[in-house]
């Protein structure tokens, strides 16, 4: 008798990430960054059904957001990265994501970010981009990372600022997206070293 389980609505999986993966962890303060694993898909979903979210290429339908999903996992397989889960720790609760991205045709080496409305004004997109971008940087071996963000989104925006990004002005996504009114926010790896030991010695 199939009970089910195993299953998010109608669709098979394992419920597990590859051992390599796995190991594959960052901590900050209050959060862990974590590949994502397919527990985290109802947070998810609720997430980009937000008619608040202001994610490029949000809100969506939950099959949508099914196949949207898996684009991380597989990212993660075959290009060696993506954006990592994010998980508090006080909690255990998904609350979003933050990490490196860059599907074919993209305006450069992003570091992204999307997080669920319960999570907004605590701080934590600028602190998971902040081991995000450590990471595109000391261990992707990045020259420079950027931000593609709505031209509606201030919140977004003021993340970037604290990041210390400048908005490079507009740019153009390619095919779905190419509708969408985007900036391209970024700095270099040099802009952000100099970030990084300023505020340390601050």
């Known amino acids: 008798m199939d009970t089910g389980e195993g299953r998010v609505g109608t669709v098979p999986f394992e419920g597990r990430v590859p051992d390599g993966l796995a190991a594959i962890r960052l901590e900050t303060e209050r959060l862990?960054?974590?590949?994502?694993?397919?527990?985290?898909?109802?947070r998810y979903a609720d997430m980009f059904a937000r008619d608040e979210l202001r994610?490029?290429?949000g809100p969506?339908?939950?099959?949508?957001?099914?196949?949207r999903f898996l684009q991380m996992p597989g990212a993660w397989m075959l290009q060696g990265f993506a954006m990592f889960s994010l998980i508090e720790k006080t909690t255990g609760q998904w609350v979003g994501l933050a990490g490196p991205w860059q599907p074919d045709g993209w305006?450069?080496?992003?570091?992204?970010?999307?997080?669920?409305?319960?999570?907004?004004?605590k701080g934590y997109a600028t602190e998971a981009c902040t081991a995000a971008m450590d990471f595109a940087f000391d261990v992707?071996?990045?020259?420079?990372?950027?931000?593609?963000?709505?031209?509606?989104?201030?919140?977004?925006?003021?993340?970037?600022r604290r990041l210390g990004s400048i908005n490079r002005g507009p740019v153009t996504l390619p095919p779905p997206l190419d509708t969408v009114d985007a900036d391209l926010w970024g700095?270099?790896?040099?802009?952000w070293q100099a970030r990084r030991s300023s505020a340390a010695v601050s």
Not at 107 to 121: C, F, I, K, M, R
Not at 187 to 191: H, I, L, Y
Request: net charge neutral; glycine share 12%; no cysteine.
């Open 107 to 121: 305006p450069g080496t992003e570091v992204g970010y999307s997080l669920h409305p319960d999570a907004w004004g």
């Open 140 to 160: 992707l071996g990045w020259r420079e990372v950027v931000h593609t963000i709505a031209r509606t989104n201030a919140g977004s925006q003021s993340v970037a």
């Open 32 to 42: 862990v960054l974590r590949v994502p694993r397919v527990e985290d898909f109802e």
């Open 187 to 191: 700095q270099t790896r040099a802009q």
């Open 60 to 67: 969506l339908v939950r099959g949508d957001a099914w196949r």
């Open 55 to 57: 994610s490029i290429g």
